[in-house]
């Protein structure tokens, strides 16, 4: 049973920082693409960022703007997302998935977790 697990967020001010950690169980981990995706109140769900199978590959949504950071470890089984100058408009609750192979679709998704930036 594949389970992906969602830790980290919380409430901060504008301008802080959070680390989001995604730990992953029941799948062979090291094969898989993760990504990160949020969904505001009344808005759809949206990419955020996505990291291949070693951490070589990244790609982040523009909001991004050089503010988040993706990362993994493999050997924890663990996906990271590191949020850095936040804004009130990156109030979401935040989702990791994953899939397997570059074509296909985000097949596992976590239960999310609340990041809300205050201003």
């Known amino acids: 049973q594949v389970q992906l697990v969602e830790s980290g967020g919380g409430l901060v001010q504008a301008g802080g920082s959070l680390r989001l950690s995604c730990a992953a169980s029941?799948?062979?981990?090291?094969?898989?693409?993760m990504g990160w995706f949020r969904q505001a109140p009344g808005k759809e769900r949206e990419f955020v960022a996505t990291?291949?199978?070693?951490?070589?590959?990244?790609s982040y949504a523009e909001f991004v703007e050089g503010r988040f950071t993706i990362s993994r470890d493999n050997t924890k089984y663990t996906v990271y997302l590191q949020m850095n100058s936040l804004k009130p408009e990156d109030t979401a609750v935040y989702y990791c998935?994953?899939?397997?192979?570059?074509?296909?679709?985000?097949?596992?998704w976590g239960q999310g977790t609340q990041v809300t930036v205050s201003s």
């Open positions: 998935a994953a899939k397997l192979g570059f074509m296909a679709q985000f097949r596992y």
């Open positions: 029941g799948l062979p981990f090291s094969s898989y693409e």
């Open positions: 990291i291949n199978w070693n951490g070589g590959t990244t």
